[in-house]
């Protein structure tokens, strides 16, 4: 066996041992390359299983917590989702192998840039990435179906929560930046919200306003 194809059924072994058992997911996982998303000097190591640093002071993030979030927004192969966070775009295109749509956000341009051009080389049809501040969400596109956050904030940002459509799940880790913060899933009824906690997470902090970068 080649490196690479070594190196690759150990990312997929990871992912496993580490609780993601669903097949859609997994095969998603298979077949995008993290390494496309993954620049300079970190590119080495885009099969660990660790977040990497990417620009703007960001990371992309474990592969399996984003196998993890995957997994637990159940998503429906006829799906609107919006992810808030692109950073590096790997997770949306993720999200675009199981859903109809997937919307990205994230507050800095530099990042939405890059992320676009990862998605157009991959020739990935169905991700659209924007430059906004997602904790409004995208009111023109709403309501969604699923919605995903990979960036931490104290409570569920309630224009996400509105913009979510009645039995439509929302995944987002919640918590103060620099402690540890809890992965929810928050599942929208027609008589109210039902929240679950699902494990203990880290991510950067959901951050108001659109960037300088
Ligand atoms: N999902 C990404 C990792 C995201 S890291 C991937 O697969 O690579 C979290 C991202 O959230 C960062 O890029 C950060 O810029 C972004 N972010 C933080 N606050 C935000 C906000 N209010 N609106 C949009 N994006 C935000």
Do not use: W
């Not at 969400?137 to 009645?166: C, N």
């Amino acid at each position: 066996m080649t490196d690479e194809a070594e190196r690759k059924m150990q990312f997929l072994y990871a992912l496993r041992s580490r609780g993601v058992t669903d097949a859609r997911v997994l095969s998603a996982m298979e077949k995008i390359d993290r390494r496309a998303f993954v620049k300079g000097l970190f590119a080495e190591r885009a099969y660990e299983d660790m977040p990497l640093p990417i620009a703007c002071g960001q990371t992309i993030s474990q592969p399996s917590i984003v196998g993890l979030m995957t997994q637990a927004l159940q998503i429906n192969p006829r799906d609107k989702v919006l992810e808030v966070g692109t950073g590096a775009g790997y997770q949306a295109v993720i999200l675009a192998q199981l859903a109809r749509r997937v919307y990205t956000l994230d507050r800095y341009r530099r990042l939405v840039v890059a992320a676009r051009a990862v998605i157009e080389e991959l020739g990935i049809p169905n991700v659209t990435a924007i430059t906004a501040d997602g904790s409004f969400g995208l009111p023109e596109q709403a309501p969604f179906d699923r919605i995903l956050v990979t960036a931490a904030a104290e409570d569920a940002p309630s224009p996400l929560l509105a913009q979510l459509r009645v039995g439509g799940i929302m995944v987002l880790p919640v918590g103060q930046s620099d402690a540890v913060q809890s992965l929810i899933r928050v599942t929208r009824h027609e008589t109210g919200y039902e929240y679950e906690e699902l494990r203990a997470v880290r991510f950067v902090p959901l951050v108001e306003g659109v960037g300088e970068d």
